[in-house]
């Protein structure tokens, strides 16, 4: 089921808005290939153009965190490193049929890779920036 877009996640900088609202489309298309069973290299091949946009969201986020002496950096420049990894496992567990045709973990799985980081790091992030 695709996810919609919460007022309560505006970030309030126009880019990481536009790349949040990105990075939410694509999510959103994996995860209708996982209830359409798309094939292994479709799926593959979005979770890809995935880990793509949040590369370059990331590095734009850091980006605004040295500029802003954000103190938190680091733990959020950690998660960040976490959560691209986590995408590649998918990608070669999907590539070697490590993972089951019961998609709904993943789909769980890959809702909670997009809501959790953005409710907690992100949102954390934007207070502070508006807080200056
Ligand atoms: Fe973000
Ligand atoms: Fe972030």
Known sequence: MAIEWREKWAFGDDRVDAEHIEILLVVNQVLIAFEERASRPAVSALIQALIKRAED??????????????????????????????????????????????????GRYIERWFIYHLEKDDAELSAFLLSR
Request: aromatic share 8%; no cysteine.
């Open 57 to 106: 969201h990331f590095s734009y986020e850091e980006h605004l965190m040295s500029d802003a002496e954000y103190e938190d950096r680091e733990a959020h420049h950690n998660e960040h490193q976490r959560l691209i990894p986590a995408l590649y496992i998918m990608v070669s567990d999907l590539l070697i049929s490590a993972i089951s045709d019961d998609n709904s973990a993943i």
